[in-house]
């Protein structure tokens, strides 16, 4: 069967980076396959985000140390001819655009790579204000039956940030991953995350979005093999003039898999999200189970939300379920919380803030937790 | 003899439920089950039915001397075996009244009625079941609550008129004054050509419909037979006084 | 009227095609249909936009449709019909199944005219014209009535919309015009069957209708039998005017043969207060893509979306709704239900749009879509655009299939699988075929028992 798809147009930007910029950066031999690649694709025009220029801003190795943990990282330039590295680089995967995922790959200037057996956890912090371009390119492999935590904080006020994290999660392993973009200023964030599950591997991701100007994100989790179960809840808040377009994407390709994809958001002043959730279920993926459910509060008449979900089904013995909704503040709440003496701009901070502080308890970082407040408290 | 099971062991999920069962039921009689909860109850009623989830391992089950093994579920119930649900099946956009007719004339395929003839019969009965006239136009089960959906079964075996009926657990989440019109509309249709399988954890529904046998159920063998004594006996000790 | 029906397709001249859609041939068209010059000038420019238009980027695989193939059968004089004999072998056992007679067959497999609607058809003319509604083909409609024709036609759908509105710009033929005055109730659903009056119309059909302030109308377009063409491109265009408080419904049945690319556009401007119904079965063609679309552009107006699409065998459908809501105090309900079986594959593809200018909106999406087997696919794909803090709206998806305690429960009571799979399946479409006439929905569900091999009636 075939259908028409529809192709992002693309556009070239006159200054890109070239080889000469990873020659600044290093390891250049490994970047090679990419660069090529890299040069030949063009920038994606995405209408929603608005973007349809772009100018690269300079590269520079990361300063700073963004790693800490239990786990030991890998990050010397032996250690990208591990063969699983090999593998997860090369795989087919585009992310939010190839241009980006590419971009990571040729031209990251920081990044990481942690193999976890065992129980690890492991946190990268990486500051836009000291390091205004940061392209990562990471990976991430959960041992067989090990259990990680992983936690990823984007902040400060830079020029781009582009990451691309793969994950690996083995048989019966077990991943949770706190991913946290909160870089308001900056003018475009592209995120794009890999999670290949085997058998019975089970993973949990938490991503909270607030801002960049524009952001990209991209999450496809891929349940490979019998038993895989992936769960995602997102949690978003944009004000000014930001965009953002956030991608969750299923793939059961094995049988009894499951996969539930919640977002939860607020949106105010003039800006706008695009929720995007993509199931698809394959011929072989016998008893599979999809959820996605989104909500977005909207809290100005000038901010926008469009949902576009999508189930494409193949097999019949699966259930698939897909709900989004869009709704303004319950003027009911707001008289219950006012009525108990609250101002309408408490009850209002109230409730947004219970949308956030399921997530935000749970994050296992005590000051990464304080960021996350702090920059929420100052949003609203 | 209406229906004979013979050293019937029945697989569910490749674990084995039954175990040798053996049961005699004759025309005109009554007869209950009485079983601990997952003693293999609803296995039991769902083997008789042909319900394909449970594979019959060994034995056989005879259907007026004939073995009905081989028959689907829809065969079995032209030969005259109802099923009562615990939890009956939604059909959405499906009317019970059409439903109905549809099946009654599967069933009865000698017995021409019309769709007046035939609403007629069906409204009689919902009257003497205290079912609201309105349900027969609502579609099947569909917002019914627990009570309206056991009412719902009885309605059918009375206008389906089968030869068995096999009543899986009519009895559990009635209130008393649903009970009692159940079990009037369970003796409104035994008569001296019809048999009564009911299938229950508890006496209450017995003490209303009072079978001429009872047999107490348990790790999927008939353990015990006998009359009302034995339902009155498994109330005050329970069913671990039974244990060997 | 009576001159088309008495006319019995013999070809007079015939002119050798030339390959490729040109000015030439839109301007043959248009002489000899004897047009305005304003209609003429319409056709050209639509003819331009179409070649000028490159093909749609999302939807059903068209790279098979060759246009060029239906020219022949554009000449004034062409013969659109071929004969009883050349009709498929299923199409002919289909008929019979669905006991159609044999009259009705030979208009329905495209080779015989529908002599006997004249009959009935003046019987309503007659009750209508006492109320002052206008009811008569769009050829006809374009020549009587210039000026309520010009101000309405293509303005809704304008032809540069896409492709295929160009396309059908350009080489319009046939269908309906309805304009139902001010206040008036039309009694009787009013049937497009009427206006079929020469075999193989209905292929470019175009449909106007203007329910006036507070009028209200039922309109019936096709017929659930399978209909058969030798042109295998249907290209249709509906456009609805409901003014003012008025009320319209407008019900579809399509089941084009398996050879057809059945690619329309419906679309209904709705004013303050008034209320547009679409009702829509899709059962058959190759594949489809039809998104019926209400422009809510009044204060208080109203949307009600019902969609049923059976994709069987080779079908890709591709079908939906697009509803658009530019006023305040709008409201807007989506049901959408699709069927996948024998490898058939069913698409819902919708848009909901909710413009800054649009507060207090309420809208509800529901898609519901049952897999058969595991042959099938279904996709969906409901897009929700909303640009209003004041606005209500909920969106439900759900994929899935029959539960085998659901065909249990019925085989129990006595019911064969087959019926059982056919009940099961008649009802998840239930809500929607109930709001077809009866003949319609009757013949709906006999489609869907002969697809499971049901008996039932």
Redesign the interface.
């Known amino acids: 069967m075939t259908s028409v798809e529809y192709v992002t147009p693309t556009f070239y930007t006159p200054f890109d980076y070239t080889l000469k910029d990873a020659l600044n950066l290093g390891n250049v031999e490994w970047r090679r396959p990419f660069i090529e690649k890299y040069m030949d694709t063009g920038f994606p025009k995405w209408k929603r985000l608005n973007l349809s220029e772009f100018f690269v801003k300079p590269l520079k190795p990361y300063k700073g140390e963004p790693f800490s943990g239990s786990v030991l990282y890998k990050k010397s330039v032996k250690s990208f001819n591990d063969d699983t590295f090999n593998d997860m680089m090369n795989r087919d995967f585009n992310g939010s655009h190839l241009k980006f995922t590419l971009m990571s790959k040729a031209f990251f200037n920081t990044g990481f790579f942690v193999e976890i057996s065992g129980e690890g956890e492991f946190l990268a912090k990486y500051d836009l204000n000291e390091n205004p371009t940061t392209v990562e390119n990471s990976l991430v492999v959960v041992k067989k039956g090990a259990k990680a935590t992983i936690v990823r904080e984007v902040k400060g006020n830079g020029k781009l940030n582009v990451g691309t994290t793969l994950f690996l999660i083995e048989k019966g392993a077990k991943l949770e991953f706190f991913n946290i973009l909160m870089a308001p200023s900056t003018p475009l964030m592209v995120d794009s995350n890999l999670y290949i599950l085997k058998e019975n591997a089970d993973v949990e991701v938490y991503d909270i979005i607030l801002g960049g100007e524009k952001v990209a994100s991209h999450h496809r989790f891929e349940l490979t093999e019998h038993g895989a179960k992936s769960r995602l809840t997102s949690a978003y808040f944009e004000n000014g003039k930001e965009r953002a377009d956030l991608q969750y994407e299923l793939i059961h390709e094995a049988p009894k898999t499951y996969g539930k994809i919640i977002g939860n958001g607020v949106i105010n002043d003039e800006s706008y999200m695009v929720f995007r959730g993509l199931t698809n279920i394959k011929r072989e993926a016998f008893d599979a189970n999809a959820e996605e459910s989104g909500y977005t509060l909207v809290l100005s008449p000038n901010a926008r939300a469009d949902a576009i979900p999508s189930l494409r089904v193949r097999n019949h013995s699966v259930s698939a379920k897909h709900s989004a909704s869009t709704g303004s503040l319950d003027d009911d709440k707001l008289y219950y919380m006012m009525s108990r003496g609250l101002s309408k701009r408490m009850a209002m901070q109230l409730i947004v803030e219970g949308m956030f502080n399921p997530i935000i308890d749970i994050i296992p970082v005590d000051d990464v937790k304080r960021d996350v407040k702090d920059e929420l408290s100052s949003k609203i | 003899m209406l229906l004979e099971i013979r050293n019937l062991h029945v697989e569910v999920e490749g674990k084995e439920v039954l175990k040798g069962l053996n049961l005699n039921i004759n025309p005109g009689e009554t007869h209950a089950i009485m079983g601990p909860n997952g003693a293999g109850k609803t296995t039991l009623a769902s083997t008789i039915?042909g319900?394909?989830?449970y594979m019959i391992t060994d034995g056989d089950i005879l259907f007026e001397g004939k073995s009905i093994l081989e028959m689907?579920?829809?065969e079995?119930?032209?030969f005259g075996i109802?099923?009562s649900?615990q939890y009956?099946?939604?059909?959405?956009?499906?009317k019970l009244r059409n439903?109905l007719k549809?099946?009654y004339d599967?069933?009865h395929p000698d017995k021409k009625l019309s769709v007046f003839d035939f609403g007629d019969l069906i409204v009689k009965q919902a009257d003497k079941l205290k079912i609201d006239r309105s349900f027969l136009d609502r579609?099947i089960n569909v917002g019914f609550s627990g009570g309206e959906r056991k009412k719902s079964e009885i309605l059918?075996l009375n206008v389906?008129n089968p030869k068995l009926a096999v009543l899986d657990e009519t009895d559990s989440g009635l209130d008393i004054d649903a009970l009692k019109i159940v079990s009037d509309g369970i003796k409104n249709f035994a008569n001296p050509k019809v048999s009564v399988l009911i299938i229950t954890h508890y006496q209450r529904i017995l003490d209303h419909v009072k079978p001429d046998f009872v047999h107490v159920f348990m790790n999927g063998k008939i353990v015990k037979t006998g009359g009302m004594e034995i339902a009155s006996e498994l109330e005050s000790n329970g069913y671990e006084s039974l244990t060997v | 009227m009576s001159e088309k029906l008495s006319f019995d397709g013999k070809v007079n001249y015939v002119v050798k095609s030339k390959p490729g859609l040109d000015k030439k041939l839109i301007e043959e068209i248009s002489f000899n249909k004897d047009e305005p010059v304003w209609m003429r000038e319409l056709r050209l420019k639509s003819l331009d936009f179409f070649l000028k238009r490159s093909n749609p980027v999302f939807g059903v695989d068209i790279s098979k449709l060759d246009v060029n193939e239906i020219i022949p059968y554009l000449k004034p004089d062409a013969e659109k019909s071929g004969s009883w004999e050349e009709v498929p072998e299923n199409i002919k056992e289909t008929f019979e199944k669905l006991g159609i007679p044999d009259a009705e067959r030979k208009v329905l497999a495209g080779v015989g005219a529908q002599y006997d609607s004249e009959v009935v058809y003046q019987h309503i003319k007659d009750q209508l014209s006492r109320l002052g509604v206008i009811f008569l083909d769009m050829e006809s409609a374009v020549k009587e009535y210039p000026e309520l024709v010009k101000k309405y036609f293509m303005r809704a759908v304008p032809p540069n919309d896409h492709k295929f509105a160009a396309l059908h710009g350009a080489i319009w033929s046939g269908g309906s015009f309805v304009y139902v005055p001010k206040d008036v109730e039309v009694p009787m659903p009013l049937q497009a069957y009427f206006m079929m009056a020469s075999p193989g119309m209905g292929q470019f059909e175009h449909t106007l209708i203007i329910v006036d302030k507070g009028a209200k109308l039922h309109f019936i377009e096709g017929c659930s039998a399978p209909k058969y063409s030798v042109i295998n491109l249907h290209s249709g265009m509906v456009e609805i005017y409901v003014d003012e408080g008025a009320s319209m419904k407008y019900s579809t049945v399509q089941n084009w043969s398996k050879n057809t690319y059945n690619l329309n556009t419906k679309r209904a401007l709705v004013e303050k207060d008034a209320t547009m119904v679409w009702v829509s079965g899709s059962i058959g063609s190759a594949k489809t893509m039809l998104y019926p679309t209400s422009v809510l552009k009044g204060k208080g107006a109203r949307a009600e979306h019902m969609n049923i699409t059976y994709a069987g065998n080779d079908q890709h459908m591709d079908t939906g709704s697009k509803i658009i809501h530019v006023a305040p105090y709008t409201s807007s309900k989506v049901d959408a239900r699709s069927i996948s079986s024998d490898g058939g594959w069913a698409f819902y593809r919708g848009l909901l749009k909710v413009l800054p200018t649009a507060h207090h909106v309420k809208s509800t999406v529901e898609c519901s879509a049952l897999m058969v087997d595991d042959a099938s696919a279904s996709d969906t794909v409901p897009i929700i655009e909303v640009m209003n803090n004041e606005a209500d709206i909920g969106h439900e998806a759900r994929i899935g299939k029959i539960k085998e305690s659901q065909i249990y429960y019925l085989m129990s009571r006595g019911i064969s699988e087959g019926d059982a799979k056919a009940l099961i399946v008649r009802g998840f479409m239930e809500p929607i075929v109930k709001q077809l006439p009866l003949e319609y929905a009757i013949e709906f569900n006999r489609l869907v028992n002969m697809k499971f091999t049901s008996d039932l009636g």
Request: no cysteine; proline share 11%; hydrophobic share 45%.
């Open positions: 039915m319900n394909p989830k689907t579920v829809d079995r119930a032209k109802f099923q649900f009956p099946e939604e059909i959405p956009g499906v439903f549809l099946a599967t069933v579609y059918q389906l």
